[in-house]
């Protein structure tokens, strides 16, 4: 068997803006940085003019005693008669020199160590390099993208000033390695082979690509594949202190596969380059994580010329609110059932700017209640930060407060807290529920679909208990940016797609009028391929609205 192949130096630039391994969940809080990386830069060009300064003030001292010692050593007794130049060498080698030993031993780097020392504290760690190695990965599983589209700078169809070197490639095949995750390992690091082969310079070594390209590939069950790329490593390196015993080994499997199979030859190995398409993604934890991934992408939404024609928009002033007489909100139907709205015009672009300002400073990285423990805790399925903002806080958060509340007809009174959230690199929260689930009801009239998603995911009747103000009623979301690519909401129960557009905000039911969660409602934020994305939820809850949305039996709004 086979031990790890020998780790690389792992060369990625970025400056982010906090520690503990949360920078990458938020672009708004890592564009800060691009000025503090431009800081930094500007004292590495101070520091190499002092060095410069300091090379030309030697370089003058040692052009003028070249000139002096070559006239004094072709003739030192002559050169020494005259009382000056005995004086004047006395005086060189008791003051000067000691001049220009001070002169060297000066250290211009001093500003600029002490200027990154001051700012290592909010440079990304470890943790913070997986996780974006990690969403770049996610975004290539979600978007269908290859490596080559990415290591070109290819997203969207669109060509982006970033590409990725063959040691990038290589240190996402070996993040990914390190994680056991064998299946991108191999694309990334038959990516920086292919870039390699092509003649692109490296500071890994082609062995070291090939050592863990083909032990990986082995992993995936392709036992030809990796016997052809390792004996290309022994070819390269026939000393190599793993490929020798690594290709005894794989040919042996080999031959006991072929003996099983009563097969005397193995047929030839794929000509074809390995590509998104050779091996299999292994499937995880998410049950609709085909379902979830085509809708991000845009494929596999239901929306019929049937259903279509059930949409419809208005002018919505909310049974005659004084506040919308005047200026009713503009409301587009999403979708028919369950309902779901769009309302125009919800924020506008000072309200945005207004609210990012304040939460800015405050975003940390979102969490998720722990159904077994009912305790917040990040998770690697939400990759945003977030921040709670109070009404009290800013004229503005009261007046967007009010407006939700004149807009839904719905109480905000016992509401949670207005809370913003920016979205990281390849940011993201996987298909979930905004409502607490209560424990299934056996007498509950349901199909056998119903039936199953109800059984399928675990209760938590207490996510809301502390708040005493009943569960999430509805969910309010405002869009506070365009998302140049990627980052919709989407509904994989039904296949409805909700792309974000800025200003406007969305607005749906979580519970039935008989108070039974509508899990049709289960809904994703997908991952951001290009832009930054930032939102604001405001989360209804059952106190308050007893008059306002009243109880009924029957699960149909």
């Given at each position: 068997m086979?031990?790890?192949?020998?780790?690389?130096?792992?060369?990625?630039?970025?400056?982010?803006?906090?520690?503990?391994a949360e920078i990458f969940t938020s672009i708004g809080q890592m564009t800060d940085l691009i000025y503090t990386e431009k800081e930094l830069v500007q004292s590495l060009k101070e520091y190499i003019r002092a060095e410069e300064s300091k090379l030309a003030a030697v370089k003058s001292w040692a052009k003028k005693l070249d000139v002096l010692t070559r006239a004094s050593t072709s003739d030192p007794e002559g050169f020494l008669a005259h009382p000056v130049n005995a004086y004047k060498l006395m005086k060189r080698l008791n003051t000067e020199w000691s001049e220009l030993e001070s002169l060297v031993l000066q250290d211009p780097s001093d500003g600029f160590i002490s200027n990154i020392s001051a700012h290592r504290q909010y440079f990304p760690d470890e943790e913070d390099e997986k996780g974006a190695a990690k969403a770049l990965m996610r975004l290539q599983d979600t978007y269908q993208l290859d490596s080559e589209s990415f290591a070109k700078g290819n997203l969207h169809g669109v060509r982006y000033n970033a590409e990725l070197t063959v040691d990038d490639c290589f240190d996402m095949g070996k993040t990914a390695y390190n994680e056991v995750d064998y299946y991108h390992s191999v694309l990334w690091m038959q990516q920086a082979l292919k870039q390699m082969d092509a003649g692109e310079e490296a500071v890994v070594s082609k062995a070291d690509v090939l050592d863990y390209l083909s032990y990986s590939v082995y992993q995936m069950g392709d036992l030809p594949r990796a016997i052809e790329l390792t004996r290309r490593l022994v070819a390269i390196d026939p000393g190599h202190q793993r490929a020798g015993g690594n290709l005894r080994y794989f040919e042996k499997l080999l031959s006991a596969e072929l003996t099983e199979k009563d097969q005397s030859q193995q047929e030839p190995m794929s000509e074809q380059p390995i590509t998104l398409g050779t091996y299999k993604r292994p499937r995880d934890y998410l049950p609709e994580r085909e379902t979830y991934e085509a809708l991000c992408r845009g494929e596999g939404v239901k929306m019929t010329i049937k259903r279509q024609s059930r949409m419809f928009c208005r002018y919505q002033d909310r049974n005659r609110n004084p506040r919308l007489l005047l200026k009713p909100m503009l409301e587009e139907d999403e979708w028919d059932s369950p309902h779901i709205v769009r309302y125009l015009n919800a924020l506008s672009d000072e309200e945005i700017e207004k609210i990012k300002e304040l939460a800015k400073?405050?975003?940390?990285?979102?969490?998720?209640?722990?159904?077994?423990?009912?305790?917040?805790?990040?998770?690697?399925?939400?990759?945003?930060k977030s921040a709670w903002l109070e009404g009290e806080e800013d004229p503005v958060i009261d007046r967007v407060n009010q407006r939700i509340e004149d807009v839904t007809g719905l109480s905000v009174a016992t509401a949670e807290l207005l809370q913003v959230a920016n979205y990281g690199?390849?940011?993201q929260y996987e298909p979930h529920f905004d409502f607490s689930r209560r424990?299934?009801?056996?007498?509950?009239?349901?199909?056998?679909?119903?039936?199953?998603?109800?059984?399928?995911?675990?209760d938590e009747p207490d996510a809301f208990k502390s708040l005493g103000t009943g569960n999430r009623v509805a969910t309010f979301l405002n869009y506070m940016s365009d998302v140049e690519a990627g980052g919709a909401t989407v509904f994989p129960d039904f296949g409805a797609a909700i792309w974000p557009r800025k200003g406007t905000a969305v607005f749906w039911y979580n519970l039935f009028r008989s108070g039974e969660g509508d899990y049709r409602t289960?809904?994703?934020a997908c991952p951001v391929l290009v832009g930054s994305k930032w939102v604001s939820n405001k989360w209804i809850h059952e106190r308050g609205q007893e008059f306002r949305r009243p109880c009924g039996p029957s699960e149909v709004d």
């Open positions: 086979r031990g790890c192949p020998p780790a690389a130096v792992l060369v990625l630039c970025g400056l982010c803006w906090a520690a503990n400073p405050r975003l940390a990285r979102a969490t998720v209640r722990d159904p077994k423990t009912g305790v917040l805790t990040v998770a690697n399925y939400r990759v945003s690199v390849g940011g424990p299934f009801d056996s007498n509950l009239k349901v199909d056998g679909n119903r039936l199953a998603t109800y059984l399928n995911y675990k289960r809904h994703a």
